[in-house]
């Protein structure tokens, strides 16, 4: 397909990368910051442009890869052209491009990317939402040659997978933060706690992190519990977090229970 | 080494296969449970037993990996043999055991284990403390049989250590848990973050945590923010939560910047 990317953050960096390797032609590259236009244009061989009605009509499909609240002027600038427009956002409705052009979608990836970082876009589920069957088709199509994960998803859907996402990811990473920061604190190197955090994500692979759940909460073990709390003395916010969190482990664990 | 495991449980399991894989001789499996005793017994090829003085001093080296608080009482009933004994606790120190036995030390292995998952235990990050050097060179030359990841941690570290263990690992499975329980509220498969949660704890295999962050708070989107707040009105444990951890990726990126 013949595809111009408005955007060039992470999202459109490794979208754009996988679609040209995929063998799409990317026409344009669109980014206000014609620098970050011209980065990717130049990976997947596109022209940059840095003002919206520089871009062409003579395209398949937009993929608009921006922050939330540019896609509808982003949307209302290309209104014009009436070519197939998806975004790639988590929290936007498809309501968001229907009102400026007819055939629009949603082509959501749910990962965390890092322009530093390679990711395997064959494994990056895509959440698919489509304003008729037919649109459905053709996205589906194009997405089915980047990623062997595809989903459809309506826009309520989206969202909670979106609020789910920040649970999965945003907050574990937030975490980890905090877990570094206390070794830090203690002259010890990350490096040690990095085979647990692997460890832990590559058990909820096959596992429900409910069976996976381990520590001293779930053990109920008040001895280490209140150690580590006076281990955080000093930081009054991590001590409140661990309490809470650790009571959350608790209720999740008598959940459970009652279910089985 | 001619070992004896005192304890039957995850670590002990995972800990008894990889030694009798590296050639050690396991001697006996002590249990209060006759057949948790007998079932690692059997795997290990040892002597299983239920009665704490049928452990046989015919042995190098004692490992406990018990409960915390049963490792003073099995400690006091070993000291007769005077045998080189470690514990494999995170949270327990070394004097536990000194009380009881002159040459002793820990061998606390720094990972999530579940007896149904295969380790790579040479991966596995295994923390030593002894009560001299001669012990120490005893234990890390047995540790080097099992692992590549060798570090010498004092008492006051290892408890560090344990907490941090809780934010890298506890924790982050709690918020997996809760993404799960999201998405299962709205139909929604838990394959579709799998990816997700997996590369979230890949990428800080090489970053740091910090500079791994992504999501609504660290962009300050505060319309997703106050959406995914909406979307939680009925669950106000997670709403809160999702207001204190959101701060908290605030407040980390607030630090960052005035750290560069």
């Known amino acids: 397909m013949r595809i111009s990317l408005i955007g060039s953050g992470n999202v459109a960096t490794h979208l754009g990368a996988a679609l040209k390797n995929a063998g799409h032609h990317i026409a344009q590259v669109y980014s206000p910051n014609l620098q970050n236009a011209a980065l990717l244009a130049y990976h997947v061989k596109a022209e940059p442009v840095d003002n919206i009605d520089q871009i062409s009509p003579q395209a398949d499909i937009f993929i608009i890869a921006a922050k939330d609240d540019a896609i509808p002027g982003i949307a209302g600038s290309l209104a014009r052209h009436q070519v197939l427009t998806v975004h790639t956002s988590g929290a936007t409705d498809m309501n968001t491009l229907q009102q ?17 970082r390679e990711v395997d876009f064959r494994q990056v589920p895509l959440c698919l ?22 989903y459809q998803v309506d826009s309520q859907q989206r969202r ?17 933060n905090m877990a570094q920061q206390i070794l830090a604190g203690n002259g010890l190197d990350f490096n040690i706690v990095r085979p647990l955090i692997l460890e832990t994500a590559q058990k909820v692979q096959e596992l429900l992190p409910s069976q996976a759940q381990t520590g001293p909460a779930i053990r109920r073990d008040e001895q280490t519990m209140a150690a580590h709390l006076a281990l955080l003395a000093q930081q ?21 229970r009652q279910a089985d």
């Open 100 to 116: 400026y052009v007819e055939n629009c979608g949603v082509l959501y990836p749910l990962q965390t990317f890092s322009k530093t």
């Open 129 to 150: 939402e489509a304003s008729s069957y037919e649109v459905y088709l053709i996205i589906r199509e194009l997405a089915q040659t980047v990623s062997n994960n595809i």
């Open 160 to 176: 909670v997978l979106h609020l789910a996402a920040v649970f999965a990811c945003n907050f574990p990473n937030l975490l980890y």
């Open 236 to 256: 009054p916010g991590l001590q409140e977090l661990y309490k809470i969190l650790s009571q959350e482990i608790i209720k999740m664990d008598i959940g459970q």
